[in-house]
């Protein structure tokens, strides 16, 4: 397979036959996800038989308003990092589509009724937009869809932002969705058009047609929306959105074939920063600059040209497969995102404390690594797989026992790649709250790092004030006699938090807690009640006075 160019020109056919048009055929090409040229079907269909393709992209104030209220830059619900990804990455999509000879429409307003006024406005014919899974998306897309049948117009929605049609898994599976990955796998088989010469290029795409009334931009930058020069960080993210990146950085990390065929998760390095361990391309899957049925084809192509390779689930094609699981389930799962009203999430009576969530969230629990990790996340909006593991662990079922919602919500909004259904998977998944149930096993907020990075060159990176704090100590710089701080012009408790909690105290409560949790949901069948979450808590709440006062008397009679 040849690697397709990061510029698009009009060079090559679509791969699809055009009829002989309709003159009065218009056609609406509504972006969401699915930011490229390269397979898209449902553009491909747009301009197949159309005289006017009017490619749409709404500014939906739900996710690009500025939020002052917000902890960082950014709307209600994106950090700065992903709404200056997605301003990237449309204006890449935009340059593509001049090259074609047309141009992204840019409105702004509530996605449904800003389409359906466009949809009367253009006298459209035809509506094509790629199938989303997301609750929100599917929402929108009931409410076009019919305004759309009710006027007659066609409508076209293909998948293509998944290998697989969730809803066929679902339907094959029984009606419900396979809820471990072997099964999902066993279920899903091979995708139909693995084998298929996908359309990766359009030679000319028809101009959009009279614009009427319809209040029409061009691609806005972060100043016209509101964002302040003021709020850029003094570390900008080095991921950079667009459909051209996407494949400038697919054709990188494929000619390394030695590299793709060995591919191991959960192996690779989460200190490694200057150049990541991974491809980095899932902010590019998650906008869709990237087709993951192109990536899996590339991929596939490099297995038949070596000796031997990894295999699912810990290869490269396996973390593919990986994201279809976790998008599968989320579309058959209501209430996917949350604990209550989840039929395959424990019911567990996590704490609220703010104040934990809060040290956790601004990168001041007192452990390097830990913060490191939460500092990188704030400044680039992403981190390695095993980085987000560390973290997410520490905050719900190893130290903290903080709600997995709350820390969902800040991933949410911080992660460039930030993703409905895999960020709930990841969540329900590190929280032991589903899918992986071994709470015992708890990432070390001391040792896991130190394993990969024993002179601690990433928390020096994105610590600064731990920069000269002997390797010794830079993972447990509360240990370090007050002459080896003062040196280091970094005093433990002024210049950096203590730690927030004692690891093996707090893991251990932890695991006792979620014993008890767990023991109640296997009690009752997974029928858990508030009210018996309230009284398991505070059970939990009494036996921990009692043991606080039981130790208090202990260390009294030594004394």
């Known amino acids: 397979m040849k690697l397709l160019s990061h510029h698009f020109r009009s060079v090559s056919s679509s791969g699809l036959p055009m009829a002989k048009m309709d003159p009065g055929s218009n056609s609406l090409m509504w972006f969401r996800k699915g930011l490229r040229i390269h397979d898209n079907p449902a553009l491909d269909y747009a301009a197949k038989d159309s005289k006017h393709v009017y490619p749409v992209f709404v500014i939906d104030p739900r996710y690009m308003e500025p939020d002052p209220t917000a902890f960082s830059p950014g709307s209600a619900r994106a950090g700065l990092n992903r709404i200056r990804f997605l301003l990237e990455s449309l204006t890449d999509l935009d340059k593509s589509l001049k090259n074609l000879g047309s141009r992204l429409l840019v409105l702004k307003g509530e996605p449904s009724e800003m389409v359906i006024h466009c949809l009367k406005e253009w006298n459209i014919s035809k509506l094509c937009f790629e199938f989303d899974t997301e609750p929100y998306y599917q929402a929108l897309d009931d409410k076009v869809k019919s305004y759309a049948s009710l006027v007659g117009i066609e409508i076209f929605s293909p998948v293509s932002h998944t290998l697989f049609n969730p809803a066929e898994i679902i339907q094959k599976n029984g009606g419900t969705p396979p809820l471990s990955y072997q099964s999902f796998i066993k279920v899903a088989g091979q995708p139909f058009w693995s084998s298929s010469c996908l359309s990766t ?74 150049k990541p361990a991974t491809t980095v391309l899932s902010p590019y899957l998650k906008f869709g ?259 606080s006062k039981s130790k208090r008397l202990k260390q009294k009679s030594i004394g």
């Open 289 to 547: 600059c990237l087709s993951p049925r192109y990536f899996y084809q590339c991929i596939q192509e490099v297995q038949k040209n070596v000796k031997r390779h990894t295999s699912p689930p810990v290869s490269l094609l396996g973390q593919l497969l990986w994201r279809d699981f976790f998008y599968t389930v989320a579309f058959g799962t209501p209430n996917f995102d949350k604990m209550r009203g989840n039929r395959i999430c424990k019911q567990i009576p996590w704490d609220s404390n703010d104040e934990l969530l809060a040290a956790w969230r601004d990168a001041r629990t007192g452990f390097p690594w830990i913060d490191a990790i939460m500092v990188q996340l704030r400044k680039w909006g992403w981190m390695h797989h095993l980085a987000r593991h560390c973290v997410a662990c520490f905050l719900t079922r190893g130290d903290l026992y903080v709600h997995w919602e709350k820390g969902r919500d800040v991933f949410e909004r911080l992660l460039v790649d930030s993703d409905w259904a895999i960020n709930n998977g990841n969540w329900l998944w590190l929280s032991c709250s589903s899918f992986f149930y071994q709470y015992n096993r708890i990432y070390s907020p001391i040792s896991f790092g130190k394993k990969y990075d024993p002179n601690g060159n990433y928390i020096r990176h994105f610590l600064p004030v731990l920069k000269d704090m002997p390797k010794e100590y830079i993972y447990e710089p509360w240990c370090a006699p007050l002459s080896i701080q003062t040196k280091a012009k970094c005093i433990i408790g002024k210049d950096y938090p203590k730690p927030v909690v004692s690891h093996d105290s707090a893991s251990k409560e932890c695991r006792r807690r979620l014993a008890e949790a767990y023991e109640l949901n296997k009690k009752l069948n997974g029928t858990v009640s508030e009210e018996d979450l309230k009284k398991l808590r505070r059970k939990l709440e009494e036996d921990m006075i009692q043991e």
């Open 201 to 274: 290029s359009l030679s000319c795409l028809p101009p959009p047609g009279n614009l009427g009334s319809c209040t029409i931009s061009e691609v806005p930058s972060l100043n016209d929306l509101g964002y302040k020069e003021s709020e850029e960080q003094d570390e900008r993210t080095p991921i950079t959105g667009g459909e051209s990146e996407a494949l400038r950085r697919l054709s990188e990390s494929i000619a390394d074939k030695d590299w793709v065929a060995n591919f191991e998760k959960p192996k690779g390095d989460p200190s490694a920063f200057l």
